[in-house]
């Protein structure tokens, strides 16, 4: 059925093509051979005339002249015609001979170097066998419509929530985060990612709405630290800066070293002013640098080594330090130390996970530094 589709389909574009070549002008020539056949008349008739007397010898000769010319001007253009037609013969059959030949030449590769055997492969056929290999918004899509079809499919709306939050579709991440809550039920983990999914669709600020609705998931458990996180950010955004001190001062009493939360609420500190939190930095800062000037060169290469394989181990043990990961890119560089600043970027976002905004940010922090991901 295929190739009985494409035959009919490349013989009427052919047609197409050709049909203004076929259409042949033979009105000039009938025109041409009657403006002779009337000359010659003329002729005649002033021979007659001649003969007859009607008209003076002069006159006679003016008026064959006349004539003459007038057929030889009509030859001129009959010979130009004639001409014109035999070019257009050849551009029509060149026309023809590269219609024609695109499609055989065409079908003749095919039939050498494609598969013309294989069974057709709709894409929609290729995704479902082997959905790694489709392109995220493909598998959006497909989500969407199966949750079109069921509502109350709650694992699909489970799959979908963190893939809005990370594509920045922070409207249908609530809307998703919702309807888990409605099918199993609310928890304060779920609150806590309802309120996030608010604060990314108000770009970065805590409103009202996110504000409550982070309250209700303390009340359903008294330490969730995505929350507690939140609400201190919105003190501060309020010029509250001492409260929000002091909630983030108590996540890291609270929270263990590895949480993220912890590295979060530290890191939140030393970017409030925080002096006791700005203490306890790690690894060479800009003021560790300037006082090393003051050492021996062997002496100053020691003390930043040493600073720097310290910062080193202690983000082995707590990746999710974006403020230590910056300072160890900038350490290196300063060390002359390009591939180990690459090395260090790249652990730094496999740490936070290649897409997260804490890796974008590093990476634009490093290549601020001319450190380029390879």
């Known amino acids: 059925m295929f190739w009985i589709l494409a035959a009919i389909l490349t013989f009427v574009a052919a047609v197409a093509v050709l049909r203004p070549f076929a259409v042949r002008g033979g009105g000039g020539e009938d025109a041409i051979a009657h403006d002779i056949e009337v000359y010659r008349d003329q002729l005649d008739e002033v021979e007659r005339d001649a003969e007859r007397g009607l008209i003076g010898?002069?006159?006679?000769?003016?008026?064959?002249?006349?004539?003459?010319r007038r057929i030889l001007k009509v030859s001129q253009i009959a010979e130009e015609q004639a001409e014109r037609q035999t070019n257009q013969r050849l551009t029509r059959?060149?026309?023809?001979?590269?219609?024609?030949?695109?499609?055989?030449?065409?079908?003749?590769?095919?039939?050498?170097?494609g598969s013309p055997g294989i069974p057709a492969q709709p894409l929609h056929a290729r995704i479902a066998e082997q959905p790694a290999d489709a392109p995220i918004d493909e598998l959006v899509s497909r989500a969407e419509a199966h949750l079109a079809e069921s509502p109350d499919d709650v694992r699909g709306w489970q799959v979908l929530a963190p893939v809005y939050m990370r594509l920045g579709r922070f409207g249908d991440a609530r809307t998703a985060l919702r309807n888990i809550m409605r099918l199993s039920g609310?928890?304060?983990e779920?609150?806590?990612?309802?309120g996030e999914a608010i604060v990314g669709g108000a770009r970065g600020m805590v409103t009202a709405e996110a504000e409550d609705v982070f309250l209700e998931a303390l009340k359903l458990e008294p330490g969730e630290p995505k929350a507690r996180f939140f609400l201190a950010l919105a003190r501060a955004q309020e010029g509250a800066t001492a409260d929000a001190q002091a909630i983030w001062r108590e996540m890291l009493g609270d929270l263990p070293e590895d949480s993220p939360w912890h590295a979060a609420a530290r890191q939140a500190l030393v970017r409030s002013g925080d002096a006791a939190a700005s203490s306890e930095r790690l690894g060479?800062?800009?003021?560790?640098?300037?006082?090393?000037?003051d050492l021996s060169q062997a002496d100053r290469q020691e003390m930043i080594e040493g600073m720097v394989a310290g910062l080193d181990e202690k983000l082995r043990e707590n990746p999710q330090d974006l403020d230590g990961w910056r300072r160890l890119i900038r350490s290196y560089i300063v060390l002359q130390r390009p591939d180990a600043a690459n090395a260090a970027l790249k652990r730094g976002m496999a740490a936070f996970g290649r897409d997260a905004p804490e890796s974008l940010e590093l990476?634009?922090?490093?290549?601020?530094?001319?450190?380029?991901?390879?």
């Not at 059959?93 to 170097?113: D, E, F, M, R």
């Not at 060479?284 to 000037?293: K, L, N, Q, R, W």
């Not at 990476?363 to 390879?374: N, R, T």
Request: proline share 3%; hydrophobic share 50%; no cysteine.
């Open 57 to 68: 010898r002069q006159e006679a000769e003016q008026a064959r002249a006349e004539i003459g």
């Open 186 to 188: 609310e928890t304060a």
């Open 363 to 374: 990476q634009g922090f490093a290549e601020s530094l001319g450190v380029a991901i390879e």
């Open 190 to 194: 779920m609150k806590a990612a309802l």
């Open 93 to 113: 059959l060149t026309a023809a001979i590269a219609v024609l030949a695109v499609p055989l030449v065409s079908w003749g590769l095919y039939t050498i170097t």
């Open 284 to 293: 060479p800062s800009e003021e560790d640098m300037a006082a090393a000037s």
